[in-house]
């Protein structure tokens, strides 16, 4: 049996010019964050004693004979990517809900990827790691996805993400003094909105709009150095931050028509009226969790407008995806763990 562990991610400025549609030629960055909500896989090889060959539980049950017969497509293509060939369980726990916009999907594909290199015997490094991840759900799964997601799954921690249009991607963590990192931490407020959606669905209109919409997403960049400046300043005074929250919400909202909605509105506009400095919706849009920038003496009255809303309190991550139960099965010339 093998688990990895793998964060979900915030990301704060920048999104839309992850997507290789936008940074291979104009270039990208974004500024976020891994969060301490995770993504479990447990992994072992399948006994022989089953007439099935895969069993995959997540939201649903899946037995299979054949690779081509698994319908979960992250899984379909990691194994084949890996080139599976011995029978396998695969079980996925989450701490967040799938398509809540905090990178739960390339969370699940990191994870899985890390458990089948360690089935193997075999370590992978954090950029490795995010590469396949990338090739797996853009050239495999086809999904509209971009590439940051996989990056904070991988590697965790407080970081920018340069996308060059070279196709190269640079991490460079955000450095800060202890006591300030701390401070930063606890100015923010997660809630649930309670819609699920499809993230790949709502991103293709955005992908579709990008020649469109090439002065927002220009301005959605700029605000990672911006944002980044008040990080590093060496203060403990992160109100600007919180401000350029605001600036990149309205900035997002003009690039599809679905990433907001009535109810969306509704609740930026009653945290904005209780305190909240600034804020966004996390991910594509549409649904999903909402973030919110407040300064702590504000918190009570923000959770009390909001009190119809599931508050998530969280934290940084810093560790990305790992390893935290390896007890593998060993191989045989039969391809499973069993007889001789």
Known sequence: MI?????????????????????MENSGKVLGVAIDKYCYISCRVLPPFFKHRYRIAYSRLET??????????????????????????IHHDGDIPARSGMGSSSAFTVGLLKNLHALEGKIISKTELFKEAI????????????????????????????????????????IMPEKNLRSFEGKFMLFFTGISRFASEIAKEQIQNTPKKKDELKQMKSLVNEAH???????D????????????WRLKRR?????????????????????????KLLGAGGGGFILFYVEPYDRAR?????????HIPFKFDFTGSEIIVYKPEHLNGNGNGYGA
């Not at 194994?79 to 396998?88: D, I, P, Q, T, W």
């Not at 509209?144 to 460079?172: K, Y």
Request: glycine content about 10%; hydrophobic content about 35%; charged content about 20%.
């Open 302 to 310: 923000v959770k009390e407008a909001l009190k119809n809303y599931l």
């Open 135 to 174: 090739h797996i759900e853009q050239n495999l799964i086809k999904e509209n996805v971009g590439s940051q997601d996989q990056v904070w799954a991988a590697c965790g921690g407080l970081n920018t993400i340069e996308f060059m249009q070279n196709g190269e991607i640079i991490v460079e963590p955000v």
């Open 64 to 89: 299979a004979n054949e690779m081509h017969e698994i319908e979960h497509p992250s899984v379909k293509e990691t194994l084949r990517h890996m080139k599976v060939s011995h029978g396998l369980e």
């Open 255 to 279: 690039l599809s028509t679905k990433i907001s909605n009535d109810e969306i509105d509704a609740m930026y506009d009653a945290a904005l009226k209780n305190g909240a400095i600034g804020g």
């Open 3 to 23: 688990i990895s562990r793998t964060p979900h991610r915030i990301s704060f400025f920048g999104g839309g010019t992850d997507y290789p549609q936008w940074y």
């Open 229 to 235: 400046k008040v990080l590093t300043s060496g203060g």
């Open 237 to 248: 005074d992160f109100t600007g931050f919180g401000e350029m929250l605001n600036e990149t």
